[in-house]
């Protein structure tokens, strides 16, 4: 059963893994991407602690979140200061190849 | 990628599917607190980012797949919770009827507190740290003021005192 949760979560982090490597459009995209992995890896924790009943892994999957939350804002952030700066967020263009 | 406020629902999705596995081994406190925190704070983020910076692409698609996708899954959720509802040898104790039993024993908020509050206490003051470091860096990477005209208003207005006032008055 454990085995299962395990593959599960390990499956939904290399969907998050493979959004974040073969992603050409945005820098938004691989933001998401990256909540999707510390999605995953909290979700792991916490079937890890449900199977060996120890409190823990609920715990620390509460400062996940917390530093989930605080990473996609300061990265949101610098993701809007530098829209201002250079006018687009593909990751790919011509101008930059110059 | 045609629409990214497609992919920013999808992520809400994930987000609500992942807070009800949880709810589902009765862990409450943590689903609750995965459906407030992420999808109420860092999903609406996401979405203000995406409506502030009107991405577009310059190929336009209708994408039919997506359609399909949706119309699909929708059907088959409705139909598998409705035949597993209804059906009777899909028993367990975490049917919905079952949740007006008296508790005999600690809520997992409980818990949660006990351990929380008295073994891991620097790390939640830690915790409070870096979100106020997180709130205190956003606001200085995205506040700009126009003019240095803003800055001595404000000193202006937040130097003045009753004396000055009635100065003014007379």
């Known amino acids: 059963m454990l085995i299962f949760q395990i593959s599960i979560n390990s499956l939904l982090f290399f969907i998050g893994f493979i959004g974040v490597i073969t992603n050409y459009k945005s820098i938004l995209i691989t933001l998401m991407g990256l909540e999707l992995m510390l999605l995953s890896s909290s979700l792991n924790f916490i079937f890890f602690s449900i199977y060996l009943n120890d409190m823990y892994g609920q715990i620390f999957s509460i400062f996940i979140l917390t530093l989930a939350a605080c990473e996609a804002a300061i990265g949101l952030a610098v993701l809007i200061v530098s829209f201002k700066n250079l006018g687009r967020i593909k990751i790919d263009s011509e101008e930059e190849k110059r | ?170």
């Open chain 2, 1 to 170: 990628m045609n629409n990214p406020v497609h992919s920013v629902l999808f992520l809400i999705l994930n987000f609500c599917l992942a807070s009800l596995i949880i709810l589902i081994y009765e862990v409450e406190f943590l689903g609750l607190l995965f459906v407030m925190v992420y999808v109420g704070a860092v999903a609406v983020l996401f979405l203000f980012v995406v409506m502030m910076l009107n991405i577009k692409d310059e190929i336009k698609g209708k994408l039919t797949f997506l359609k399909i996708y949706i119309i699909i899954l929708s059907l088959l959720i409705i139909f598998i919770s409705i035949y597993t509802f209804f059906n009777e040898n899909f028993v367990s104790n975490y049917n919905v009827l079952n949740t007006f039993k008296p508790l005999k024993y600690l809520t997992n908020t409980e818990i949660i507190g006990q351990i929380l509050y008295n073994n891991y206490y620097f790390a939640f003051l830690i915790g409070g740290f870096i979100l106020l470091v997180a709130l205190v860096g956003s606001i200085v990477l995205t506040i700009h003021f126009k003019d240095s005209e803003e800055l001595d208003k404000s000193y202006a207005q937040l130097s003045r005192t009753t004396l000055t006032l009635s100065k003014i008055k007379n």
